[in-house]
């Protein structure tokens, strides 16, 4: 509901809590009855914030307002979480296992085809003796 400040000739102010369809912009004066007209002011902004109380994590000093929160982020080189990070970091994470991986077959095929065909077979006996299934791929250059 809006509050509307009224101000008679007497210099007397106050204010009236009304909804739109009742508003009117003269009043009587309650303290000496005489008209008065509205005033207009500025809204009253009111922020409202969450609460910021926690020690930190870094040295242990008591933080509580966003003021020191920034400063003790800033003074530890920081920056605040971001909830995406864990994403991001995965994404990074699979992405380099496949590099990893494409790497390590293309060594593991140029060590095989440096072998002659004695050490070739030596291998392939050991993994079909130990139950591991293989293929054998020959590439034509």
Same mark, same amino acid.
């Given at each position: 509901?809006?509050?509307?400040e009224?101000?008679?000739?007497?210099?007397?102010?106050?204010?009236?809590?009304?909804?739109?369809?009742?508003?009117?912009s003269?009043?009587?004066?309650?303290?000496?009855?005489?008209?008065?007209?509205?005033?207009?002011?500025?809204?009253?902004?009111?922020?409202?914030?969450?609460?910021?109380?926690?020690?930190?994590?870094?040295?242990?000093?008591?933080?509580?307002?966003?003021?020191?929160?920034?400063?003790?982020?800033?003074?530890?080189?920081?920056?605040?979480?971001?909830?995406?990070? =864990?994403?991001?970091? %995965?994404? $990074?994470? *699979?992405?380099?296992?496949?590099?990893?991986?494409?790497?390590? /077959? +293309?060594?593991?095929?140029?060590?095989?085809? =440096?072998m002659?065909? %004695?050490? $070739?077979? *030596?291998?392939?006996?050991?993994?079909?003796?130990?139950?591991? /299934? +293989?293929?054998?791929?020959?590439?034509?250059?």
């Amino acid at each position: 509901m809006p509050i509307y400040e009224y101000r008679c000739g007497s210099g007397h102010r106050f204010t009236r809590f009304d909804t739109v369809a009742n508003h009117q912009s003269l009043r009587l004066c309650p303290t000496c009855f005489a008209a008065s007209t509205q005033i207009i002011t500025a809204p009253a902004m009111v922020k409202v914030a969450q609460d910021v109380c926690y020690d930190s994590p870094i040295d242990g000093k008591p933080i509580t307002s966003w003021a020191a929160r920034e400063e003790d982020l800033k003074r530890s080189n920081c920056r605040p979480y971001d909830p995406e990070q =864990k994403t991001d970091a %995965a994404n $990074r994470r *699979k992405a380099e296992e496949a590099a990893l991986d494409t790497m390590i /077959e +293309a060594h593991a095929e140029e060590v095989t085809e =440096k072998m002659t065909t %004695a050490q $070739r077979g *030596k291998i392939w006996s050991e993994l079909t003796e130990q139950g591991a /299934e +293989a293929q054998v791929i020959r590439n034509s250059l």
